[in-house]
């Protein structure tokens, strides 16, 4: 047997990561119906990859001059995903979403006031209603922004945790960006690991009642019974009569399943022996 490296800051997948990787991709082709609400642009969002990795790991992978969205869940209080933009792409799309579409990437700078008070809007519009929209599970995501700011100060995560870290392509007319998804293990992302039963419809008691009729069971009629000693048994010979425990003026009784269920009498049909119903015997 060959051993393998085993890198604990970046685990080999596991079925977590394909079922957020098809929750996440999904989300992605939802783009032009959920962002066609908020403004008219030319845009793609691919899903690049879905890995686990520390969240050290994961913040060596943001994009420069970053600006971190802290969100947060209805149903898990420690459940606290990043997003992570750049803040020029955020500033372009707080702009799309007033209507100016820019050609150029804007330069990097601190978020006007208008820009504040607008940025976690646009990104519960923009990218929480397209992860909500793809949710899997039954029971419903349900994410708000929290709080935003450099990643670092924004991060409610230990470094050393083990998160989920997904990678969009999004492309923009003024240029192309990383968008950094870090996703808790924990909280309703857990659940997409619990294996799933499927509903396996009982058959009603009619159908069972038709079933169970078309059954064949075995009926046993006994003739009578006798008790004899060993030396009588052994010097039985052809022609000998034994004398049954059972009246010729009493019905037999008929074994069903090992179980006297009726009472019958004896006689033949044809060339057959065959017996008549007289009673139940309850």
């Known amino acids: 047997m060959i051993g393998q490296t085993f890198d604990f800051r970046k685990p080999l997948p596991s079925s977590l990561e394909s079922k957020v990787n098809s929750w996440l991709t999904e ?9 066609s609400k908020y403004f008219e642009v030319e845009s793609t969002l691919i899903l690049e990859s879905v890995h686990s990795m520390s969240t050290a790991a994961a913040f060596q992978e943001v994009p420069v001059n970053p600006v971190a969205f802290r969100l947060k869940s209805q149903d898990a209080n420690d459940f606290h995903p990043l997003l992570i933009l750049s803040r020029p792409v955020v500033i372009g799309l707080i702009a799309a979403s007033l209507g100016t579409i820019l050609d150029e990437m804007p330069e990097d700078r601190s978020l006007s006031e208008l820009e504040e008070s607008l940025c976690d809007l646009v990104i519960q519009k923009l990218f929480l209603e397209l992860v909500q929209s793809a949710w899997p599970s039954t029971n419903p995501l349900k994410l708000s922004v929290d709080a935003h700011g450099e990643p670092l100060s924004t991060n409610l995560m230990e470094m050393t945790e083990l998160v989920l870290v997904a990678r969009w392509l999004l492309e923009l007319p003024f240029g192309k960006t990383t968008v950094l998804f870090i996703i808790p293990r924990s909280g309703p992302v857990a659940g997409l ?3 799933t039963t499927s509903f ?9 009642e038709s079933l169970v009729k078309e059954m064949r069971v075995d009926v046993t009629v006994l003739l009578g019974s006798a008790s004899v000693s060993m030396l009588q048994l052994a010097s039985l010979k052809p022609g000998d009569v034994l004398v049954l425990n059972q009246k010729v003026a009493d019905p037999l009784s008929a074994k069903i399943a090992g179980v006297d269920k009726l009472q019958v009498w004896p006689g033949a049909v044809g ?8 009673d139940t015997i309850k």
Request: net charge positive; hydrophobic share 35%; glycine share 0%.
């Open 27 to 35: 989300a992605a082709k939802n783009r032009s119906r959920i962002w």
């Open 200 to 208: 396996v419809p009982q058959p009603d008691r009619e159908h069972i």
């Open 193 to 195: 690991a619990r294996p």
């Open 271 to 278: 060339r057959r022996q065959a017996v008549q119903v007289e």
